[in-house]
C-alpha cells in the first residue's frame, strides 16, 4: 500500500470491489431468506401433492371400475346384467366424483406450479438492471413466496391501487416486500392482519406493508435498518433484511420508512419514482 | 357403526381421504375447521380423530389434546406435511397420538393405520364392555353376601339351615 493519493483507476477498482462485495452480500442475504422458506415452501407443495398423489389412486380404481362395464359390453347376455354392474359400480357416484376429483387435481398442480414459478422469479439472479415491471405481480409472486409463512399467522388484505410500470430492478425490490411480510408476520403473536396497500402519486409509487403485530419501540425503531441489527434470537434473523432492504431502496432512488405504534402495529411505506431520474447512472 | 373424524385447512385433502375411504364403508366426517370439529366432538363418538398438524386458528396438537379430554377413547391421529422432529415430539408427548403419517402420504399406510386404529379402539371399548360386566357381576355378589350377613345376625343360624330332599328341614343335634 502507499501513501499516495488514490489514482482515478485505483477509486475505480475499488468500487468495483464494492459493489461486488455487495452483489455477493445481497445474493447471500436471498439465499438464506429462501433456505428459512424452505420448510414452509415444502409444507406448501406437500399438500397439494398429497391430494393429487391420492387422487390418483382412487382414479385408478375409479377406472378399473368404468373397464369392468364397458368390458361387460362385449360378454353381457342382457342389458340388466350391464345394469346390475353399472349399480353395481356405483356409477352415479363415480360420475359426479371423476368431474370434483379431476377439478381438485388440476388445482393442486396449478398450486404447485405457482409456487414452483414464484420461487424461481424470486431467487432469479441474472437481471440487475433497471426494467419497467408491474409491482402488483412482484407482490403477488413474494406473497405466493411467504404465503406459508403468512397464512398461519395473519390475514393478508391487498388494497391495491393503479399502478404504472415503473423502472425498478424487480428480483430485488421481491426481496425488500419478503422482508417486510416476513416481518411483519413474526410480530404478530396470534392471529391478526397485514395489509398491503399501493398508490401512485405525482411521480411516484407507494407500498405500505402495515401489520397488527407488538409494534416496535422507539429506541429499536431508530435502529431497525443498522446492519446486525436484530431483536430475534441468535440463528433465526440475520440482521441485514431490513439493511440490505434500505439499500436496495436507496438504490431506487426512493425511501424507506417506518412508524411504529406498541402494542398496536407497524407499518413500512416504501416510495419509489416511477421512472428513475438518470437511467445511465448504475448506482 | 364406526365414525372417523377428519380434520384439515385444505378441503381438496378432505375430500380426498374421503375417496380413499369410501370403500372401508366407515361414516367419514369431515372439518375444515376447528371450531366446527369441536362441536363434532359433541355430536358423535368417534373411533378414530385425524389431524393436520398445522392449521390457521389451532394446531393439530392442541386440537388433539381437546379431544382426548372430550372423547378419551378415539384413536388419535396426525397426518402432517411437517415432518419436523419439534412436530412429533409434542404429538407423542402432548396429545398421545397413536401414529404420525406424513404427506403426500401413501394410501395403503392410511387405510392400515386407520384400520389398526379402530381394532385398537375396539379392543378398548371391548376391554372396557368387560370390565363393566364384571363390576357388575361383582356388585351383584356383594350384595347378595351382604343380605346372607344381614339375614345371620338378625337369625343367628338361619343360612346355615339343612334341608332334606324334599325341602323339610333336618334338625340335628349340634
Known sequence: ?283 | MIRIQLVDDEPNILNSLRRLLKPQGWQIDTYSKVEDALSGLLEHEYAVIVSDYQMPTADGVTYLQFAKQKQPHAIRLVLSAYGDRESMIKAINQAEVYRYLSKPWDDYEVVAALKSAIDLYQLHKENQRLREENDAQRALIKAREDELLRLEADNPGITRVQRDADGSVLLSDD
Not at chain 1, 222 to 242: A, D, S, V, Y
Open chain 1, 1 to 283: 500500500m502507499t501513501h499516495a493519493a488514490p489514482t482515478n483507476a485505483d477509486q475505480e477498482a475499488l468500487n468495483a470491489k464494492l459493489e461486488q462485495a455487495n452483489r455477493q452480500l445481497l445474493q447471500s442475504e436471498k439465499l438464506a431468506a429462501i433456505g428459512q422458506l424452505a420448510a414452509g415452501v415444502a409444507h406448501e407443495i406437500n399438500n397439494p401433492v398429497g391430494y393429487v398423489y391420492s387422487n390418483l389412486q382412487s382414479l385408478e380404481s375409479y377406472l378399473t371400475d368404468l373397464f369392468r362395464l364397458t368390458d361387460a359390453v362385449d360378454s353381457a347376455k342382457s342389458l340388466e346384467d350391464l345394469r346390475l354392474i353399472k349399480q353395481n359400480i356405483d356409477y352415479d357416484y363415480l360420475r359426479d366424483d371423476l368431474k370434483d376429483l379431476l377439478a381438485e387435481s388440476r388445482e393442486g398442480i396449478e398450486r404447485v406450479k405457482t409456487i414452483i414459478s414464484a420461487m424461481k422469479d424470486f431467487s432469479y439472479i441474472e437481471d440487475e438492471e433497471f426494467k419497467l415491471a408491474d409491482l402488483h405481480r412482484g407482490i403477488e409472486t413474494t406473497l405466493n413466496v411467504v404465503n406459508n409463512e403468512l397464512k398461519y399467522k395473519a390475514e393478508v388484505i391487498r388494497e391495491f391501487g393503479e399502478l404504472p410500470e415503473i423502472e425498478c430492478i424487480m428480483s430485488q425490490l421481491n426481496q425488500v416486500i419478503m422482508n417486510l411480510l416476513v416481518n411483519a408476520a413474526h410480530a404478530i403473536e396470534e392471529f391478526g392482519k397485514i395489509t398491503v396497500r399501493t398508490r401512485h402519486t405525482n411521480g411516484n409509487v407507494e407500498i405500505e406493508v402495515e401489520d397488527t403485530g407488538k409494534g416496535i419501540s422507539e429506541e429499536h425503531l431508530n435502529r431497525i435498518f443498522e446492519p446486525f441489527f436484530t431483536t430475534k434470537p441468535i440463528g433465526k434473523g440475520t440482521g441485514l433484511g431490513l439493511s440490505l432492504s434500505f439499500n436496495i431502496v436507496e438504490k431506487h432512488n426512493g425511501k424507506i420508512e417506518a412508524s411504529s405504534t406498541p402494542g398496536q402495529g407497524t407499518r413500512f411505506r416504501i416510495t419509489l419514482p416511477v421512472t428513475q431520474p438518470d437511467p445511465d447512472n448504475h448506482g
